[in-house]
């Protein structure tokens, strides 16, 4: 292991829900009295862990604690690959994912995920025809129509979009 790459310094957001594994007393005593630059897991030397092998292969430095885990063989980048796969489906746009993973451009990043992205396609089309929407309905004659009517009425124009929209006619 060492720095990344590009030899640059990155952020990677630590989700809440990790803090209960954090909470383990074995993992507890692991980082009692480190600064948030140490090492987690330092190598015998107290440096980076050196490299026996690939993680594929028995000798790899990943392989043990996988197998302790009772976990099936993977690689460090099958790691990096899912957290950008959970970030992507929780909603993180394409640049937060470009800096979690520190890639040089967005289009490297859409390059290797892309098919992640288009489910949330559908999602932005039916926001944008509901906000259209809502903003004629504001600026309409409908304002002369008390608080509940125009409520009423835009929420049954907003599901008719909805149910337009995810027909797979196009929207609008």
């Not at 060492?2 to 074995?26: E, I, M, N, Q």
């Amino acid at each position: 292991m060492g720095t990344p790459k590009t030899h640059k310094k990155r952020s990677v957001p630590f989700p809440a829900f990790l803090a209960d594994a954090l909470a383990d007393p074995a993992l507890a005593d692991q980082m009692a009295g480190k600064h948030p630059d140490d090492l987690l897991f330092p190598g015998a030397d107290g440096k980076y862990m050196k490299r026996g092998g690939t993680s594929q292969t028995s000798r790899g430095w990943f392989v043990y604690p996988l197998r302790r885990a009772g976990l099936e063989r993977m690689t460090v980048h099958d790691l990096r690959h899912t957290a950008a796969s959970l970030a992507i489906s929780a909603g993180a746009n394409v640049k937060s994912v470009q800096a979690m993973l520190g890639h040089a451009s967005a289009t490297m990043t859409l390059d290797t995920y892309a098919d992640l992205f288009p489910d949330d396609l559908d999602a932005v089309a039916v926001a944008l025809d509901a906000a259209a929407l809502q903003q004629v309905c504001a600026q309409s004659a409908l304002t002369g129509l008390n608080y509940e009517k125009r409520r009423r009425l835009l929420r049954c124009v907003i599901n008719e979009v909805d149910a337009y929209s995810l027909g797979g006619d196009g929207g609008i």
